[in-house]
């Protein structure tokens, strides 16, 4: 059964970078038929697609955090990673990593949570 | 711009059906995917493609799309249905975005 749990610091400094990775088991991040994507929910609002990657390192972001997100993918470890630079308070959320098929995004981790404070 | 609009929150009687809808200009070129979020847990896929349901998940849920607008459909809504639920689609960019979401009381 496929499973995804993503890992990283859970409190970061204004103006710095968050990073997260998200660790693969129970299946390879090499399948054609997937992409994998980060998603973030802000305390007690919806939620916001950030960005996805395949596993040759196609990428695509939200235009809106473009500027700031990179996506990368190490298939040698089963992992893919998030870096969010210049973080603000407005980047405080919980933080899901997900599997995306053609039509849906359909395992999903079970967030992390992310504040960004001094 | 490319957005998805959900009604912030709809009710339904145990038993009874509801609908809730999701607009927005990419739905006349790309399906929806629903996702059902219950509080502290993470999303759960319910509908995806034409009408497709996930192993797991009840046939009560149904989905259906007409224009611009994509529907999910609970028919015979349980308690347990309760929770808040997000659209997703993707435009003609490859990107991917999310409807505001609707929270589901069953009365």
């Known amino acids: 059964q496929l499973q995804l749990q993503e890992s990283g610091p859970g409190l970061v400094k204004p103006s710095e970078t968050l990073s997260l990775t998200c660790t693969v088991s129970?299946?390879?991040?090499?399948?054609?038929?997937?992409?994998w994507g980060w998603i973030r929910q802000p305390p007690g609002k919806g939620l916001e697609w950030i960005g996805s990657?395949?596993?040759?390192?196609?990428?695509y972001y939200n235009p809106s955090l473009k500027s700031r997100v990179t996506i990368s993918v190490d298939t040698s470890k089963n992992q893919f990673s998030l870096k969010l630079s210049s973080v603000t308070a407005a980047d405080t959320a919980v933080y899901y990593c997900?599997?995306?098929?053609?039509?849906?995004?359909?395992?999903w981790g079970q967030g992390t949570t992310v504040t960004v404070s001094s | 711009s490319s957005e998805l609009t959900q009604d912030p929150a709809v009710s339904v009687a145990l038993g009874q059906t509801v609908r809730i809808t999701c607009q927005g200009d990419s739905l006349r070129s790309y399906y929806a995917s629903w996702y059902q979020q219950k509080p502290g847990q993470a999303p759960v896929l319910v509908i995806y493609g034409k009408n497709n349901r996930p192993s797991g998940i009840p046939d009560r849920f149904s989905g259906s799309s007409s224009g611009n607008t994509a529907s999910l459909t609970i028919t015979g809504a349980q308690a347990e249905d309760e929770a808040d639920y997000y659209c997703n689609s993707r435009d003609s960019s490859g990107n991917h975005l999310f409807g505001g979401g609707t929270k589901l009381t069953v009365l």
């Open positions: 990657i395949y596993y040759s390192g196609s990428t």
């Open positions: 997900a599997r995306r098929a053609r039509d849906g995004m359909d395992v």
């Open positions: 129970g299946g390879s991040i090499s399948s054609s038929s997937y992409y």
